[in-house]
């Protein structure tokens, strides 16, 4: 002011310094940070485990020095516990439940990807299945060991399932609170079973055309909507209109039976029986977990009760 | 409110079901011609089997066409010359050489095709009108003038 500036200049360009300065600053003080925080992040690196990628994954820090923190690693893993980490001591014997249904599960699971392997090299069609099967056999890498997975794991998962039912009726599992998931697993029983007779048509060869035959023509004797069933013809059955037309797309086991059969196999059946297997797991742990026998005692308890 | 959504559910299921049921369907024609009655000696021919699911039968005084399909669950049972039967391979139903059932699970004789003579003297077979004898039921291989049998 002393020269007899505009005061009103300076006052600008005093404000105008401030904010260019203002403006750098914020851009060091922002470089800076981001710099420290760079820093940070690359020392994180070199901890995989603290970065925020590897924490969306997995929920647990697994401390290696603390016991408890190492089990929670196999407990809260999806793959090795399926079941509920928590579940009554003996259940987890295996005298006791087989591991049927797992079982059953981890077979569904085989089935699903060789399944989607096979649909690669597959063509539903007349001219063309059976000699993709052949392709499969002979020429695909792993063809033979692939087809050979699926179909052996189909045949087992129909067993496990038979086993697993078996198992819930000799450990009286479908009582009280159970009868619904009991109900459940009726439903895929029957599931399982329309997967196995679906695929059989699939090879398009001598066995499953003649299988499927003789299965459709089981459903000419449907009650109501069989042609040959009680009160079929009554109710205007044809073999054109009937349960079974509807389930060859035609009168007999052509080319519409093997497109069905193969879009059964793969997409509808699969999607509804994932649905009821959800069902089926979800209820097992509302319903109070794996059933079990009444609880047992350890014998180092026994003898806990013993000295007193 | 509640009826009117129950009402299109049950739209659409029906609907749903419906669709699997085409309204015609591309399948070879039921109806064919196999040449003249002197074309086939006495008993089964199985010349025809292949390519309509028929054995063309004769008779000292009738020629008749048994539809190739075992009445216990459809399976195409084959001709046992040596043996003078019908054998299916899927749970052996055996018939002798009218195809009449006498052994295994079938519950009666198969089933014989409409046959006609055309102006020409052509056989004409219809697959699609069968001719049936359940057991305990009225013989329809006899209803000659309804088309089971063509006299000879």
Not at chain 1, 219 to 231: I, L, S, V, Y
Request: charged share 20%.
């Amino acid at each position: 002011m002393a020269e007899g500036e505009d005061p009103k200049e300076t006052k600008q360009l005093g404000e105008g310094e401030k904010t260019q300065t203002g403006l750098v600053g914020r851009l060091r003080e922002g470089g800076t940070a981001l710099s420290k925080r760079a820093v940070e992040e690359a020392k994180t690196y070199k901890d995989p485990q603290q970065t925020q990628l590897w924490k969306s994954i997995f929920r647990v820090s697994h401390d290696r020095s603390d016991p408890r923190n190492r089990s929670l690693a196999i407990l809260s893993n999806v793959f090795l516990h399926l079941h509920p980490a928590k579940i009554n001591r003996d259940a987890t014997r295996y005298n006791f439940t087989w591991g049927m249904g797992g079982i059953t599960f981890y077979l569904f699971i085989v089935l699903t990807f060789t399944g989607v392997l096979l649909m690669f090299y597959y063509h539903p069609s007349k001219g063309q299945a059976f000699r993709d099967i052949l392709y499969l056999e002979h020429d695909v890498p792993f063809g033979k060991l692939l087809r050979n997975m699926h179909r052996w794991a189909a045949h087992l998962m129909v067993i496990t399932t038979w086993l697993h039912m078996f198992r819930v009726v000799l450990t009286g599992s479908y009582k009280k609170p159970r009868e619904f998931n009991w109900s459940v697993g009726v439903v895929l029983l029957v599931l399982t079973l329309l997967l196995s007779f679906t695929g059989y048509l699939l090879p398009d060869d001598q066995l499953g055309f003649w299988a499927v035959t003789v299965g459709t023509n089981m459903a000419r004797a449907t009650p109501m909507f069989g042609h040959e069933g009680p009160f079929g013809p009554q109710l205007g059955m044809t073999p054109f209109n009937d349960v079974r037309f509807g389930l060859l797309g035609g009168s007999i086991v052509d080319a519409n039976a093997l497109l069905r059969s193969y879009i059964w196999h793969c997409i509808g059946i699969p999607l509804v029986a994932s649905i009821f297997m959800a069902v089926h797991f979800w209820r097992i742990r509302k319903d109070g977990g794996i059933s079990g026998p009444a609880p047992v005692m350890l014998e180092s308890e026994m003898k806990a009760i013993k000295k007193t | 409110m509640w009826a009117a959504i129950a009402g299109s559910l049950i739209t659409y299921f029906l609907m749903f079901v419906k669709f699997f049921l085409p309204r015609s369907i591309l399948e070879p024609s039921s109806v064919f011609k196999i040449g003249f009655p002197s074309d086939y000696a006495l008993g089964v021919d199985t010349k025809w089997q292949q390519q309509y699911r028929i054995w063309v039968d004769k008779t000292a005084d009738r020629l008749f066409v048994i539809y190739a399909r075992c009445t216990h669950l459809g399976c195409t049972p084959d001709w046992k010359a040596s043996e003078n039967k019908f054998k299916c391979p899927c749970h052996g139903s055996g018939y002798d050489n009218e195809g009449i059932n006498f052994e295994g699970p079938a519950p009666r004789p198969m089933d014989r095709a409409h046959v006609e003579l055309d102006a020409e003297g052509q056989i004409v077979v219809d697959t699609n009108r069968l001719f049936k004898w359940p057991k305990g039921e009225r013989d329809e291989f006899e209803d000659k003038d309804r088309g089971a049998y063509i006299p000879l």
